[in-house]
């Protein structure tokens, strides 16, 4: 018989009755099953990550989670100041403000989009966003506030500073923003404009001597990866928020701890897809980094990888 020695055994996970999500996660570690033992894993870096003072870290994520209640799963962990840079995109902000003045419905994704468009119902997945909660709330709420923002004298502010501001004006403890800016976590949005945010700030700077200072943001994050002893991530999904923060790393010499989610296919070349082990060929992640990429859907995974690194840190 071949010689096993150096390897787990698996183990067969036992439920019981009110099983707590760490007591699962150390069950998905010994099970040896597929996708259960890689976010075993991403909890062991991110507990790891989270806990070394010296690392910088980022939290890179999409704006379609936002309008789920995957929400209150980013919400706390910049309430509890885990993360140092948030890197994410313009529609991150439109969903977040939106949420705090309108609700968002569950709707399903075999809807008729014909119908619901001539009721002015937008469909986001499996989630109903209506025509008031959307571009028209954040048109009435955002100009007043880009108005106070610009007669306290910030006339060229960056990204980060203008969407710092806008979240000292909103007081609800359900948003992103609000934590951000009271936590002084900045957030990089790389697509600024690529969003009803982004098309706002343009809409007021019509007539104005308003601008936003986006090369400005670009040297906030020079500023934190060069000379940084080691930096790590969270990165959910792809896209431009999880390339502007593995782009910038490559200038720390790579990120030293990473844990990727996503539901994309590899073989298509996308950078969606893309598996952690590619960026090491980029030198945007250490040869000799921990890592590790959890494929599945985000809003079932990230609630489990937070919740037992949450315990671990405790």
């Not at 968002?104 to 025509?131: C, Q, T, W």
């Amino acid at each position: 018989m071949a010689s096993m020695r150096g390897f787990r055994k698996v183990e067969d996970i036992k439920l019981s009755e009110g099983m707590s999500v760490d007591a699962l996660i150390n069950a998905y570690s010994a099970s040896g099953g597929f996708t259960a033992k890689k976010l075993a894993v991403a909890v062991d870096i991110l507990s790891d990550m989270l806990s070394d003072e010296a690392s910088v870290n980022f939290l890179s994520f999409p704006a379609c989670i936002i309008s789920t209640g995957t929400r209150g799963v980013i919400k706390e962990l910049v309430k509890r100041r885990l993360f140092d840079v948030v890197v994410t995109t313009c529609g991150t902000l439109d969903h977040d403000l939106a949420r705090v003045w309108k609700d968002y419905y569950h709707g399903d994704f075999m809807m008729d989009d014909s119908d619901l468009a001539e009721k002015g119902v937008n469909r986001l997945g499996n989630i109903l966003i209506p025509n008031e909660c959307y571009g028209e709330i954040l048109e009435e709420k955002l100009q007043p506030i880009f108005e106070k923002i610009f007669s306290e004298g910030h006339d060229n502010p960056s990204g980060i500073e203008l969407v710092r501001e806008v979240g000292k004006h909103i007081m609800d403890e359900s948003s992103i923003i609000y934590w951000c800016a009271k936590n002084e976590i900045p957030v990089v949005v790389p697509g600024f404009f690529d969003g009803a945010f982004g098309s706002q700030a343009f809409f007021f700077s019509q007539g104005r001597d308003f601008n936003v200072d986006l090369l400005a943001d670009q040297k906030f994050m020079s500023d934190h990866v060069f000379g940084a002893k080691c930096t790590g991530a969270l990165m959910v999904g792809g896209g431009i928020s999880k390339h502007h923060t593995i782009w910038w790393n490559q200038f720390a010499g790579g990120l030293d701890r990473v844990v990727y989610l996503t539901s994309a296919p590899e073989w298509d070349g996308s950078l969606s897809g893309a598996r952690i082990r590619e960026a090491v060929s980029w030198g945007k992640v250490k040869r000799k980094a921990r890592y590790v990429t959890v494929e599945g859907d985000a809003t079932i995974n990230l609630p489990l990888i937070v919740a037992g690194t949450l315990k671990n840190l405790k």
